[in-house]
């Protein structure tokens, strides 16, 4: 590995610095937790806080997308990851260990990027689906009742790709049970959750969702007859909230989308003011 790349670039630095420094002091103080922030144990970063990473989940804070409570906890319309904070071994246990859950990061970043760079009105992004079968919706209506976008973070690309393969096998096969499917449990769940939530779009969040210009692994999805479902592998524009919703929106969601759009000088002020630090 090339020197070069073991050096974080100033926005991994930042997010690195925002954790440690003002969050996780908030929410080991939080009355419900009353931890000792010397106790977290600082993690391996560039296992999962990739440039492209720190970036989107930089935009997600700088554009307001996700907000930062006074106990630590970053929420998105009252709603949240599994928390980028995760304490570890028996509740017993003193003093109690604790660390980075590292797939909030892909999911806050994921919001990010629907928000930002997909024009999605915040009041129809939620993070995790009733019943948890995916990390992130995005709704077609305000009462949140037509689901979407269902995303579902993925910490490696290979885990990634082999959901992605697994969705696409019991899909193909149709209706069938937990018990009679030969993909793991943890997929075939997610099957079930695009039978129950019939999102448009499926997108599953990989490292590399954020790496290059496109999301890579975005599927149309379409529910049949008897359970079956189709997986068709469609471009990462099908994720614009204009592209999806065209048909449905009302003026005042189209207001909302239009305000995102104010909010953007937020981060590119944010990104000057880290130029010049370099
Ligand atoms: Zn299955």
Do not use: F
């Given at each position: 590995m090339q020197k070069s790349a073991l050096i974080p670039t100033i926005e991994q630095q930042v997010v690195r610095d925002l954790v440690v420094g003002e969050y996780l002091p908030a929410w080991c103080a939080s009355r419900a937790r009353s931890l000792?922030?010397?106790?977290f144990k600082i993690p391996d970063w560039s296992c999962f806080l990739t440039p492209s990473v720190a970036r989107w989940f930089l935009a997600a804070i700088d554009e307001g997308v996700v907000e930062v409570t006074s106990e630590g906890d970053l929420t998105l319309g009252g709603t949240t990851p599994d928390g980028i904070f995760e304490t570890k071994g028996f509740?017993?246990?003193?003093?109690r260990r604790m660390g980075i859950r590292p797939e909030s990061f892909l999911e806050v970043a994921a919001v990010g990027m629907l928000a930002v760079?997909?024009?999605?009105?915040?009041?129809?992004l939620r993070f995790q689906s009733p019943g948890w079968a995916f990390d992130l919706l995005a709704y077609a209506d305000d009462e949140w009742s037509e689901v979407t976008i269902a995303g579902e973070a993925k910490l490696k690309q290979r885990d990634a790709d082999a959901l992605s393969a697994s969705l696409k096998i019991c899909s193909e096969r149709g209706d069938h049970e937990i018990g009679d499917c030969d993909q793991t449990r943890n997929h075939h769940k997610k099957y079930e959750g695009l039978l129950k939530f019939r999102p448009d779009i499926l997108w599953i969040v990989g490292p590399e969702a954020f790496a290059g210009v496109d999301p890579d692994l975005v599927f149309r999805v379409q529910v049949g007859k008897g359970g079956v479902s189709r997986l068709r592998r469609v471009e990462a524009?099908?994720?614009?909230y204009e592209a999806l919703t065209a048909r449905t929106a009302s003026p005042g969601v189209r207001a909302a989308a239009g305000s995102n759009k104010a909010r953007r000088f937020t981060m590119k002020r944010r990104s000057s003011q880290v130029g010049t630090e370099t």
């Open positions: 000792d922030p010397s106790n509740k017993s246990e003193t003093p760079r997909y024009n999605w009105p915040l009041e129809r524009s099908k994720l614009r």
